[in-house]
């Protein structure tokens, strides 16, 4: 049974570049959330989509934008990159967003 | 929005002693509370979860306590051993996306 698979695993990227990070959900789940972990601290919420309808946003730029396909994967954007986007980024899923969540191994993102 | 405090940022322990963390939140509308078990470069896997209708729940050697009148949840791991050894994250829902908001971690060390 598949868990939540996120692409790529690493990625470099340079100051003011754009970015693409994929998720796919557990089957039969309908809503990816997106986190962004800095080192030492917590996962951040970034995005919620359900059903391919963003259900809830946290404090970040409108750099970040996220959206949902039909066949409920997902793609987080972050455009105009900084220094201070590096980070581990992560998808998780669950069946209808209002219960456990479960998470991808990450994308591990760094701007130079 | 949601703030979850989350003590001690880290605790050793001797391999079969028990450790406890603690961790409080600002929202008493929120209902429900995972935690998480992060290993180095590795996703947060949840071990253990509780709802607000529920005050305490085991799993094995793990016990998960909630006080909704003072906002306050713990973890409680006995006979710990050194695969215990991680980073572990209490989490707190809130908003109508029930999002997850993270505390800061506490890096648990088992001594052998």
């Known amino acids: 049974d598949a868990g939540v698979t996120q692409s790529p695993t690493h990625l470099i990227k340079t100051r003011g570049q754009h970015v693409t990070l994929r998720c796919s959900p557990i089957?039969?789940?309908?809503?990816v959330s997106w986190y962004q972990q800095v080192l030492g601290q917590g996962p951040q919420f970034i995005f919620q989509?359900?059903?391919?309808?963003?259900?809830g946003r946290g404090n970040f730029p409108d750099r970040f934008s996220a959206r949902q396909f039909p066949n409920y994967s997902s793609e987080l954007n972050v455009n105009a990159l900084l220094l201070g986007d590096s980070a581990l980024y992560l998808c998780?899923?669950?069946?209808?967003?209002?219960?456990?969540?479960?998470f991808g191994p990450g994308t591990r993102l760094l701007v130079l | 929005g949601e703030n979850v405090e989350q003590h001690p940022s880290t605790l050793s322990v001797q391999e079969g002693d028990s450790a406890v963390i603690k961790c409080t939140y600002s929202?008493?509308?929120?209902?429900?509370f995972p935690w998480y078990k992060q290993e180095l470069g590795k996703r947060p896997q949840l071990i253990i979860d509780?709802?607000?209708?529920?005050g305490e729940k085991k799993d094995q050697r793990i016990a998960v306590t909630l006080n909704k009148t003072a906002k306050h949840f713990s973890l409680h791991i006995t006979e710990t051993q050194p695969e215990d050894s991680a980073v572990y994250f209490c989490?707190?829902?809130?908003?109508?996306?029930?999002?997850?908001?993270f505390g800061s971690g506490t890096q648990l060390t088992v001594l052998p």
């Open positions: 998780a899923s669950s069946p209808t967003g209002q219960e456990t969540q479960y």
């Open positions: 089957s039969g789940h309908k809503s």
């Open positions: 989509y359900y059903e391919k309808e963003e259900r």
């Open positions: 929202d008493s509308a929120s209902n429900y």
């Open positions: 509780i709802r607000s209708n529920v």
């Open positions: 989490a707190a829902t809130w908003g109508s996306a029930r999002q997850l908001t």
